[in-house]
């Protein structure tokens, strides 16, 4: 693991090896969701499947973000590089200019309660210089949290949008897809 940063008491680091400690902020965000707002979409589990299936391609590479504070884990983004297959990330096709290897697919920001308020700083000020100075030329994500949308909006732009439901079909979650420039 590399220490990327610090700042407002918080760790900012990167490493290409799982370890499940990594999880706890989505696993946190999920025990919040079913205390106050249940969606029937089970984070925990897609990103799982997502990390197992990235370790099946040997042309594809993780990264995986992280923020910590006092040793407890708040945040996770991962970071996908290499020949990209856009199919596991995306349901529908996106429009990529760029080549193929200078790009990546971001997945997973996820920071819970206790981390909040950081995480414009942390993909403006260390995720993004850290892939820039490796010379990638865009970031490509999709989210489906509204309130992350504008944080997005500011750092790059909206490209497309989507349609998912929850697991078990009960709910529908409507999302967009950004395109970060380096």
């Given at each position: 693991?590399k220490i990327l940063s610090k700042f407002n008491g918080n760790e900012f680091s990167v490493s290409s ?78 429009q990529v200019k760029e080549d193929i290897y200078d790009i990546l697919i971001l ?76």
């Open positions: 693991m090896e799982f370890n499940s400690n990594y999880l706890i902020p989505i696993i946190k965000n999920l025990l919040f969701k079913a205390k106050k707002d249940w969606d029937d979409y089970d984070e925990v589990y897609h990103c799982c499947h997502l990390i197992e299936e990235v370790k099946t391609r040997k042309d594809m590479n993780m990264d995986f973000h992280i923020m910590k504070r006092d040793r407890e884990h708040l945040g996770i983004a991962l970071a996908n590089t290499g020949l990209l297959d856009f199919n596991i990330f995306f349901k529908e096709p996106i997945n997973y920001f996820h920071i819970c309660q206790e981390g909040r308020g950081n995480g414009e700083r942390w993909l403006r000020d260390v995720i993004i210089p850290y892939y820039k100075t490796k010379g990638y030329r865009a970031i490509y994500m999709k989210s489906s949290h509204p309130r992350a949308f504008s944080m997005y909006a500011r750092l790059g732009s909206e490209i497309g949008g989507y349609i998912s439901y929850s697991d078990n079909k009960l709910f529908k979650r409507e999302g967009k897809v950004f395109k970060i420039l380096l």
